[in-house]
């Protein structure tokens, strides 16, 4: 069983950072896109970024030139490091991966920009 564990999130005044992380853990060798994913109260799950093996990684709009998304070396840990946070920013924050057609989520970990 595969499970992805995020950690790093909680609140914060608008304009500081914070950063996210997640670790896969289970009998799984490789995932060939990692990322995360948000969801704020009363609005649908959208994409924050991805990174998927081989290839540049892919922001929304409302993350580019705020956060980062990094991969280890081994390729089973994602970041997101985020900077100039908003009170937009505030979401619930899920861990993303996919093994060809199989994806898997995480709980979510909570980010809160106070303004």
């Known amino acids: 069983q595969v499970q992805l564990v995020e950690s790093g999130g909680g609140l914060v005044q608008t304009g500081g950072s914070l950063r996210l992380s997640c670790e896969v853990r289970g009998r799984i060798l490789r995932l060939h896109t990692m990322g995360w994913y948000r969801q704020a109260p009363g609005q649908q799950r959208e994409l924050v970024a991805t990174i998927t093996t081989g290839e540049s990684p892919n922001y929304a709009d409302s993350a580019k030139d705020r956060f980062t998304i990094s991969r280890d070396s081994g390729e089973l840990k994602v970041h997101l490091q985020m900077n100039s946070l908003k009170p937009d920013d505030t979401a619930v924050y899920y861990c993303?991966?996919?093994?060809?057609?199989?994806?898997?989520w995480g709980q979510g970990t909570p980010v809160t920009v106070s303004s």
């Open positions: 993303y991966a996919r093994f060809w057609s199989t994806q898997y």
